[in-house]
């Protein structure tokens, strides 16, 4: 009776943290081994596997949820970065790529604009513009067509 009372609460755990947004399967196992002891482990599994089954926990939606939160300020570097340490398997990684790479010069052009607005002059400051962008997760290449986008778009005026 004691086991099931404890699976019942990890399963309540995970179904709370669920409500709130989507969780990998390796996010909620973390978070929810705080609450069951190392004897418990195979129990933990069996919730995990019981809330996939259902359709509660589902690595297709965190690839969703992330990618469409992060599309808007991250390159596809650091959105593939964060879908793997979260434990999405890299075959759904992959499949998402041909997605995220058809919007990411759209995405690279509106986090430049938002950040800097207007083309580097000197040296420095083109270097400067690269390494923001860079951390931000973009490619050289999708930044050097930004930049290029940018520098063409004040030669017109």
Known sequence: MIENNSKTTLKTRALRYLARREYSRQELAQKLSAY?????????????????????????R?????????????????????????????????????????TEEEAALTVWQKKF???????EERAKQMRFMMSRGFS?????QVL?????????Y
Do not use: C, W
Not at 36 to 60: C, H, I, R, Y
Not at 72 to 94: C, F, M, P, T, W
Not at 140 to 144: G, H, M, N, V
């Open 140 to 144: 050289t290449e999708t930044i050097r």
């Open 117 to 123: 607005g207007k083309p580097p002059i000197t040296a």
């Open 62 to 102: 965190v690839i969703e949820q992330t990618t469409h939160h992060r599309r808007s300020r991250y390159g596809n570097q650091r959105i593939v970065h964060e879908l793997r340490a979260k434990g999405i398997d890299a075959q759904l990684i992959n499949d998402v790529l041909p997605t995220l790479k058809a």
């Open 36 to 60: 069951a002891s190392s004897m418990k482990n195979e129990e933990l599994m069996t919730v995990l596997d019981d809330l996939e089954q259902k359709g509660f926990l589902s690595a297709q």
């Open 148 to 156: 290029v986008q940018a520098s063409d778009s004040i030669n017109e």
